[in-house]
């Protein structure tokens, strides 16, 4: 890679940095970027997953006071998101350049689905948890499709947020928030999961990545602060405007 490539690649996680924080979709612009670069894309897939894993940490720890109360769910959910992590990045290492090129442009589309609707999902939440009381009864039942969501994750990522606070949703009547900081704890340890497995991978193109860390974190820290300042619901439709055209190039190509 050049040096201007390493630049563009900084901007890009900056601005990914910024998207996590603010609205979601980060990858969609990281990922189409690398490939942009000439990177296969299991390679660009990889690098960007383990990139962009400290940024998960960071929404993780500011939530830490809603976690706290929710150690229970912890112990069941964080242990599936792990194993259900591990095993989409073991599938993705073994899906083959060929067949993973020819999914890109579907899971493109299908996570700027996703990031549609999270932001209806999100106040359906609202009125659902508005609807009765908090259900203090764990949902053993949650597991499976928690774990099938971390798969997924652990695969592609884009839109796994969206799929996983779904998931929470349906089987968890409880707020929006205390739901919100479950997903982030659970999206970590489907991230870290499979960035564990990419590390020997041999695939992670280390001298972007670590570029693309430090920016990812910079502008996570950036988004968090702008976050009160910024439409979060422009911001998201602009990144699924981003997402649908990168998918409708990668079909023509």
Request: aromatic share 10%.
């Amino acid at each position: 890679m050049t040096l201007l490539q390493y630049a563009l690649a900084g901007l890009g996680a900056f601005a990914a940095g910024m998207v996590n924080a603010m609205a979601g979709g980060g990858t969609l612009i990281t990922f189409p970027l690398l490939t942009a670069f000439g990177l296969p894309a299991v390679v660009a897939n990889v690098t960007n997953t383990v990139a962009l894993c400290p940024g998960y940490f960071g929404a993780t720890y500011a939530q830490r006071d809603l976690l706290k109360k929710q150690i229970k769910r912890l112990w069941v959910l964080v242990p599936a998101g792990l194993l259900g992590g591990l095993g989409g990045a073991f599938l993705l290492l073994h899906t083959g350049e060929r067949l993973f090129k020819g999914l890109v442009p579907w899971l493109i589309l299908l996570a700027s689905l996703l990031l549609a609707v999270g932001e209806p999902l999100k106040k359906w939440l609202k009125r659902k948890s508005t609807e009765g009381e908090v259900n203090k009864q764990e949902k053993i039942f949650a597991v499976l499709p928690v774990g099938l969501a971390a798969a997924y994750g652990g695969y592609f990522g884009a839109g796994l947020s969206v799929i996983v606070l779904a998931v929470l949703g349906l089987f968890y009547n409880d707020s929006l928030t205390r739901l919100n900081a479950l997903k982030q704890a659970i999206a970590l340890s489907a991230n870290v999961a499979a960035a564990a497995v990419f590390l020997f991978s041999g695939q992670v193109l280390w001298g972007v990545a670590l570029v693309m860390m430090i920016s990812a974190l910079a502008g996570g820290a950036a988004g968090g602060k702008l976050a009160s300042k910024v439409n979060a619901s422009v911001l998201r439709w602009m990144v699924v405007g981003i997402g649908l055209v990168v998918a409708l190039l990668y079909f023509i190509k």
